[in-house]
Structures are given as C-alpha cells and as structure tokens.
C-alpha cells in the first residue's frame, strides 16, 4: 500500500525514559570507575575528572595552561612522541577545564587501549613542563584570547560576568594576553603539585567495555597512588554589581551583543526543573517566544537564545544576541515583553506540549550511546547532580501544568531585577531607552 504522504505521522508521548546510574568500581588505590558498556563498536573513552579547576586558580588561565602543559612531555616521552604515538595509534585525546575541575579525555580503539592509555596516564603521572613547548602553550592562548577579545559578544559576555558574579570572582577574570605571557613554570606547577593526584580523580569510561578494559586500567592506574585526602569542592562567593546596565564601548563595531543574566535558584532547589521549562519557552529552542517575536516577526536579529546556568551554588537565565546597535533597546524592551507574559498569561497547552516534547527529545538523545550516557555521569562531578538527577528531570517535565509555570514565573521572572550589558560602538546607538 502507497503512503499517503499529505498526512502527517502520529505524534507518540514519550514514555518510560529512564537513567540508571550504575554504581562504581573502586580500584586498588582507592580512585572510583564509572562504566556506560553496551556500546557496538570496538572502542572506548575513558574521562578523567580531576579536581583543579577555574575556583582553584590564583591566576587567571591557570588550569588551562596547566592542562596542556601535562602533554608536553613526560619521564618517557617528548612532546613529539606523545603526539606521534597518539596519531599512530589511531586515538584522541582533549582537555578541557571547567569550574571545580578538568576533564581529561582519551578515546580509543580497544584493540590499542593497552598503548595508548599509559601514554596519556604517563602525561598526568609524570610530565616534565619543558620550556620551549610551555612557551608555545603560552603563545597559543594569547593569540586566541587577543582575536576574542575584539569580538562584542566576547566582550559582553566578559562584562556580564563581572556584573553578575563580582569582580574578584574566578568566572569574572577577563585575562589579557600579556597576563597569559607572564605566567611562569614554577606558577603553573605549583597547581599540578597541588590538584594532580590520585585521590582527587574519578573515572568514567564508555563504549564496548570488557572485562579486558577494565583490567588495562587497574594494571596501568594502581601505580598512581593517594597521598592524602581529596581537595575540597569552592563555592566562591556572589557578589552582583548593583549597576543593571552597563553599555561597553567598542570602537568601529558593526554590530552591538547583547548579554542578560536574571539570578534564579541552584540545580537543588525544587522549582530549578521549571524554571528549566520556562527558559525552553522564553527562548531555548528554534520556535521559542524570542526567536518567534525578536527574529521572525520583528527581524532585529538572526538569533536569539535563553539558557539556564545550573551549578551547585548558583543559577541563573542567560539570554543573548547580536543585532544593528540601532535596535538593542528594542531587543531589550522585547525580550522584557516576553518574560512579563510568562507571568500574567498561562502558556496554552499546545505550546506547551510542544516544549516538553522538545525536551523530552533533547534528554532522550542521552540515552543513545554510552559516551552521552557517560558524559551525564560526568555531570555529577562538574555541576554538582546525582544519579537519580535524569529521572527527576523526566518526571518534572511530565508533571509540570500551565498553572505551576506562571506560579513560577511570578516568582523569578522579574526582569527588573536582570543583568544588561551591551558591547557596541556607542555613536552608533539611538538615544531611546528601555522600557
């Protein structure tokens, strides 16, 4: 029988999403192994979480030089047979530095998991931070720190972090380059001395995972072993500015970025999943009342987005854009328009719908491979969830009504109370102000 392709398909309901966080293995020296098997294909990445992150630094892009200066070399290697090995070998590796912690990756076919994963433990165990390739790493940073540093949205980003978190805040250093240039060896060793040891690790490895992966990894990490208690979680103090708007000027700028930040409630508190929902609506996905209105309807930009910042301590709805400098006030008043009616006016239930099946998708996508599985767990050391953290969220989602959302609304959504930063050039900006 011919499909009739003028009718659409059947909408289903999603249905029995569930998440179960297996429980760790601890190898012989104590370090915690999470395991996200099943997967089809003959490889694996292995994650290491290593407490050393944003909020331990003393100076700014500390961590980060730190991370690759590890790969410079170790007792065994140089920089160049690190490198050449890895390719030969057919794996990767990657860093990446986040707010109490780095994340060290390495990917691998399974037959060459035996090579390639004392390579990369050697780098962590053992590195040598030899100068020539340290100032290169230097060298590197700086150069993409001056070409972001004249971009308006890396400005009002920038800004907007001062103006939310405080100046002696860690998420509010704005490093220059010639910052990154001073930085000295003894600066960057002193922080893997510090954080780069064993009891401040947890492992999380995904993919085809057996019995003979498992074993590689004890064989190779029991060598590294704790010398004392792990190092504490930071949780640097808040302190907003009490200046609302801020506008920063940028000579000869094209274009004006527009940065928002609104305080609501960390990833623990009961309303922070719909909170959650009430960003999606506002402005989280392709047809949110933002794009709708600001994009579509309005055209004062190509794009507009609002997301939900969760961490242990902190939370709170970023929303951001760029557009002609001529229309930022507009895009301000528009933006405000739309939040004030998620707080007076009940979402229709079609919108609704729509939204939470976008959410559904968007979490269910997790389930698919065991590296998304395994980057969920990885959650639990970057942003402060736990296990059952999935399945609370698919249920908040299912449970949630028109009526609790603008209950919720009315209680966070006060856009008084919001952030504005605008990086443009300010001879190009009208006189008018926001409502």
Known sequence: ???????????????????????????????????????????????????????????????????????????NMSYAQIAEAIDYYGAWRASQVYDNCTEFALSSLNENFSHTLPIFIDSLMSPIFPDNEFELNKRQLAVNIATAREKVKYIANKEMMRQYFGNKHPLASDPTPEV???????????????????????????????????ATIEDILSKWKPNGAPSPQVEPQVTPSNEMLKVVHKEGAVQAAIAMALKTVPRRHPDYFKIRILTTVLGGYFGSRLMSNIREDKGYTYGIGASLSGRSFDGHISISTECDTQYCWDVINETKKEMKRLCTEPIPKEEL?????????????????????????????????????????????LDATSNDLIETAQRYLDS???????ACDKNKMPE???S
């Open 1 to 75: 029988m011919a499909i009739d392709r003028s009718i659409p398909p059947p909408v289903r309901d999603f249905s029995n999403i569930k998440l179960n966080v297996p429980d760790p293995i601890i190898l012989s020296n104590g370090m915690k192994l999470w395991i996200a098997g099943n997967g089809e294909d003959e490889i694996s990445k292995l994650s290491i979480y290593l407490t050393g992150g944003t909020f331990q630094e003393t100076l700014p892009m500390q961590a980060t030089t730190c991370s690759m200066a590890v790969f410079n070399g170790n007792k």
């Open 180 to 214: 990154i240039y001073s930085l000295t060896q003894e600066q960057i060793q002193n922080f893997y001395f510090k954080y780069y040891k064993a009891q401040n690790c947890n492992l999380v490895i995904a993919g085809h995972i057996t019995d003979k992966e498992i």
């Open 353 to 397: 719908d729509i939204v939470k099946r976008h959410m559904l998708s968007d979490l269910v996508k997790t389930l698919d491979t065991p590296f998304n599985i395994a980057g969920y767990i990885g959650n639990i050391f970057l942003y402060g969830t736990y296990p059952s953290y999935f399945n609370e969220h698919i249920q908040a989602i």
């Open 416 to 422: 008084s109370l919001m952030h504005i930063v605008i």
């Open 432 to 434: 008018k102000e926001f």
